[in-house]
């Protein structure tokens, strides 16, 4: 069912793209050149996925893609909270930008958008320390961008265009997608769960599930035009559905997606294990194209502090997983997230985190220091652990992690498997750069005409996390 709404507020957007365009080819005849923009996307596979959205309306508006932000007319920070880190690098870098403006380029226009912008902390920081920014908008309404550009000409102030949050979900807008041959399709927005330490509801809001059908028809587009790998996104891809008015479960919607002929490969991002289905693991095993890769977050090996992350699984549920996964599964390859540091988290905690890790042994392993969010639950738990004794835990895990992925990886020396083509080698362009259906690189020799086809590749050596093949 569609929503009438959005039809409309698609419609009212491509009048305004077209506004725009004017005006940009106007600016285009003064300047006897293109207008260039420049997108910084911080974050994960949402803001990356965002920013094509974004992308694709400014090419729709007659701007080209610019490397150097320094040389573009428009340049738009996507940006991440999830840590407090990235925030900072993001002031730097903006900081940077404007001496850069003045210096060099004074017609520039810079924008902000993305999950910071969805703090009302952020966006006052940006209103008082840092004016010369000129459209500031959040996650919600990103199809809105050639709206705020025309504002920005006709209003001649900093455009501030926040939602809190949205019912609706505006499909059918452009896109300019990175790679021909690969590409990422939102299934769900925003996040329920809630975990303690998280931000990602507050910034994301709440859990909406896309139509199967918007889903399938756009997969279907996306293999019309020559795409073979789609990565399906969410928060928490296992509890996609449950909210629609028919309900439908992750597992059928991979079912579906497995029909479409031209997708060779479907992956997905991020499973929770408190929602990870038989059902999903039963699809995977009888499946020809979902990959062999299971991204399942762990976050703590340590009951306690799963508790307190509000996490709802357990370490015994988590080990059951994993069996069931590789029993199904037997080649699957296996990552995760942890965090280290939590507030309260004891020597004991943490050495439970090591034994797990020792346990399941995974492939690779994305560690993170706990980094303290204002608004969510854990920000406000007493016993958070001083700096220097994280930084040893930190230190501890990630070499752990380390020598248990070399262990891991290379265990399929000598096969011959297939590999999706991604690129031109950067540092020898004789060499082509692919990955395996486990997510693993591969370099090789070959030619660039190869990019985008799924080729047989014999992995000769095994060199730490990737290997050197050849073309069979
Ligand atoms: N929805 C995904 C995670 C998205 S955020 C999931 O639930 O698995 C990606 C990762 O960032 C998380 O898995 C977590 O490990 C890390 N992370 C989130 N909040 C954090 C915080 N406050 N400090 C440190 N790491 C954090
Ligand atoms: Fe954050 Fe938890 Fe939601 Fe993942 S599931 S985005 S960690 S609240
Ligand atoms: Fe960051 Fe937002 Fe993703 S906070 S991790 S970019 S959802």
Known sequence: MKN???????????????????????????????????????GCQMNAKDSEKLAGILRDIGYEECEDESLADFVLYNTCTVRENANLKVYGRLGHLNSVKKRTNPNMKIAICGCMMQEPDEVATVRTKYSFINIVFGTHNIFKLAELMYRLETEDRMIVDV?????????????????????????????????????????????????????LSEIRELAKEGVKEVMLLGQNVNSYGKTLPEPMSFAALLREVEKIDGIERIRFMTSHPKDLSDELIETMKDSEKICRHFHLPLQSGSDRILTLMNRHYDRAKYLEI???????????????????????????????????????????????????RTGTP????????????????????????????????????????????????????????????????????????????????????AHGFYYIGELV
């Open 163 to 215: 939602w809190e949050g949205t019912e609706e979900i505006v499909e059918d807008l452009p896109a300019e997608r990175k790679y021909k041959f690969k590409s990422g399709v939102n299934i769900m927005y925003g996040c329920n769960n809630f975990c303690s330490y998280c931000i990602v509801p507050y910034v994301r809001g709440r859990e909406r599930s896309r139509d199967p059908e918007d889903i």
């Open 378 to 461: 854990a920000a406000k738990m007493d016993d958070q652990v001083p700096e220097d004794v994280v930084k040893d835990r930190f230190d501890r895990l990630l070499s752990e992690v380390q020598r248990i992925g070399q262990e891991m990886s290379g265990r399929d020396e000598g096969k011959v498997l297939p590999v999706l083509v991604e690129d031109v080698n950067r540092q020898d362009k004789h060499m082509l750069t692919g990955r395996l259906s486990n997510n693993t690189v591969v370099h090789f020799r070959g030619t660039e005409d190869l990019i985008g086809q799924i080729v047989d590749v014999r992995l000769s050596e």
């Open 322 to 372: 994993v069996r069931k996964l590789r029993e199904a599964v037997p080649d699957i390859s296996l990552t995760t997230d942890i965090i280290v540091g939590f507030p309260g988290e004891t020597e004991e905690d943490f050495t439970d985190t090591l034994d797990l890790v020792r346990e399941v042994r995974f492939d690779s392993a994305f560690t993170f220091i706990y980094s303290k």
């Open 4 to 42: 009438i709404k959005n039809e409309e507020e698609a419609l009212l957007q491509r009048e305004y793209i077209a506004k725009m365009k004017a005006v940009t080819e106007k600016k285009e005849k003064e300047l006897g050149r293109k207008m260039r923009y420049h997108i910084e996307t911080l």
